[in-house]
């Protein structure tokens, strides 16, 4: 265990989260002084009040699905200071929130080895397949009243430290068949003010994961302000993720870092930050968490303390011929057009993926998605997380992401290794972003990129 100054240690008695004995916390090795990067679209000077990176967030998500062959002993606890379970759907009943059978057995597992190892566990609601009915279950007050209070039921069920909300998306659909209104963001707000008033809901860590612009307005384009939401969110994690995938008009990166400098803007985690940031999240407020204890860290200006990187486990594939997929040099080409009609099969994906059906009735089809120890079950990778043997590489210095081409196959990744987490660690320690959320957290393999992101913002865990 690291040692640290008894005055940082004093800070982490704000830390919100799940405290066991012995207490251990994540914390950078000392607090950095951090520049602005971004134009936070508000006051910096807090009224003289600052923000200090005196925490960090580590966390991901758990799917719950695949419990059987990644049991929640299996996670590397020691490396994050929350997690979260998914998923838990909503209904057509507001006063219902469901979660299957293979759920129920695992949650409590999971929530007592996260109490076991001091890490604060959060059930997430929602999730691509899981929004259909979120729209109707803060649609008016009753039917807020009856979501708070099965949300609440749930926390107090399963002994959960935080809800997780994830809903694919406020007034935009997802899945395609969600309920959607204009009044969504206005009534999620609502529900969360309630549910922030309720004896448990108030003791809650309250997240949402939110998609790479603010909520959408009644008139349908991005909420200008979101600053009411800060005050009730403990925090948000972007999902900076599938911004390039099957679904695209070319190859691209399923994560890029920045976008600025690519061909095509499709979504980035800066362009994201900025865009929330911009936003009003978390505006100008002086949140408890956000304060530095030690005076002399109350120089620095703002931070972006309640927002969190969504980080990506896994990568997209994609059939690329190679006289597209290699330049005369050998280069690889980052975006090359792609056959649909042979979308390779993703590690999880069967052969009869394309018929199985959504909760829309429609056919699931091939997600051709990778995790990253997939790409190395698959011989893309080598156990070391780097290009195997025959397999092309390329690191796109715009995206801040690999690509990898298997010539044979074929196919093409665009991804996720430890050279771009650790850019993400970088990034998110120089901007005063809270941390990091990886999805999903089985994914990885023998901790490279949770590593690689760790180290690169210089997380130590510390124990009382
Ligand atoms: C920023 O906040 C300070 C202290 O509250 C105030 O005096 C100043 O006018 C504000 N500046 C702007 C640009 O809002
Ligand atoms: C700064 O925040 C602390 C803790 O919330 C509060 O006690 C103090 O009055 C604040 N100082 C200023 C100058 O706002
Ligand atoms: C633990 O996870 C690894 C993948 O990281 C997997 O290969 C192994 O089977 C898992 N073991 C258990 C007991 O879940
Ligand atoms: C309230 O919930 C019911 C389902 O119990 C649903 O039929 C109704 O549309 C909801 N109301 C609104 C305004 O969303
Ligand atoms: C990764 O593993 C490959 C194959 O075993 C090996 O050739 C390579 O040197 C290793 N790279 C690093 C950085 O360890
Ligand atoms: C990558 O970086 C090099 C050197 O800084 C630069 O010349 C090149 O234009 C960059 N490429 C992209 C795609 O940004």
Known sequence: MHLVPVSLFATLAALHVAFAMPYCGLVPPQPQPRSVAQ???????????????????ATGWYPGWLGATYAPSNISWSKYNALTFAFAVTTNDPSVISLDAQSVTLLPEFVTEAGNNGVSALL??????????????????????????????????Y?????????????????????????????????????????????????????????????????????????????????????????????????????????????????????????????????????????????FLFFFCKIALGVAAYGHSFHVTTSAALGSSGNVNLYPSFDKSQQPLGDSDTSTSASVLDPCGQPEGISGVFNFNGMIAHGFLNSNGTAANGIDYAFDNCSQTPFVYNPTAQTMLSYDDARSFAAKGNYISSNGLLGFAVWPVTGDYNDILLGAISDAMGIVQICS
């Open 39 to 57: 134009s936070t679209g508000g006051n910096t000077t807090n009224g003289g009040n600052s923000s200090s990176p005196d925490q960090v967030l």
């Open 159 to 299: 002994n959960l430290d935080g809800i997780d909300f994830d809903w694919e998306y406020p007034n935009r659909q997802g899945l395609g068949c969600n309920a959607i209104s204009p009044s969504d963001s206005a009534n999620f707000l609502a529900f969360l003010q309630q549910l922030k008033q309720d004896p448990v809901g108030s003791k809650l860590i309250l997240s949402a994961a939110v998609g790479e612009t603010p909520f959408m307005g009644a008139n349908g384009t991005p909420m200008t302000d979101v600053s009411a939401f800060a005050d009730v969110l403990d925090h948000i994690a972007i999902m900076n993720y599938d911004v390039w995938g099957s679904f695209s008009p070319t190859v691209g990166p399923n994560s890029p870092l920045d976008d600025s400098c690519a061909p095509t803007k499709a979504g980035s985690a800066v362009a994201a930050v900025k865009a929330w940031t911009g936003a009003k999240f978390p505006a100008n407020q002086v949140k408890e968490r956000c304060i530095s204890l030690e005076p002399a860290y109350q120089t």
């Open 124 to 157: 997430s609601i929602g999730g691509w397949t899981g929004s259909l009915y979120f729209s109707t279950a803060v649609g008016n007050a009753a039917n807020r009243s009856a979501f708070v209070k099965a949300v609440t039921g749930l926390a107090t069920k």
